[in-house]
């Protein structure tokens, strides 16, 4: 019987693959550097960020130093701001509310999180949030999934986790976590919907 269902944050509550691509994005629009060059900028300082080893605070003088120009910080927090919520997505995990409890698994940094949690109030939608960053794991580490298992209070056949990544699906499913694909390039909510009501036995308004 399924309890819990979880939710993996971009690419599926959000309509972009990559948080990394809509902040990069947004700064090469906003500094007219571009988005390559901005994201090769910051894609090296990526694995410390996910894992928690350094803050885009720490880390933003030396990626102003290599793209050659002092960027205002604050341009960062209206970057994460930018990112595309998925309406459609975000709309099912309300109408499960309050019949099961819900939760994120995402891997990604720590002040993104922080600031789109307070955005959207999204703390009042899922308990727990599980980020990489303040845990120090990412998803293809199996010991994310016990964390969060371990917050939730639940066995892991109690739980569902929702994402966008086969590979974190069958991380997922080899803690015996039943699992859902969500095809990000369709994007297909009614789809989700209907495989939810099916794998919940339950039904969800249209």
Known sequence: MIEAVFFDFDGVLTTDKYGSDTTNRY???ETGLGFV???QALERHSEALLLG???HADI???VCRELG???DYRLLDAAFRSTPMNAG???LARQLHGRYRLGIITDNKRDRMDCLRALHGLDALFDPVVVSA???LVKTDGGMFEHALRLIGLGAAQCLFIDNS????ETAAAWGMATLFHDDERNDAQALRGALERRLGISLAG
């Open 69 to 71: 120009r002092e960027i």
């Open 53 to 55: 080893r350094a803050s």
């Open 60 to 62: 933003w003088p030396e």
């Open 134 to 136: 303040e845990i120090g």
């Open 89 to 91: 997505v975000l709309n």
């Open 37 to 39: 060059k901005v994201d």
């Open 166 to 169: 086969r590979r974190n699906l």
């Open 27 to 29: 700064l090469g629009e």
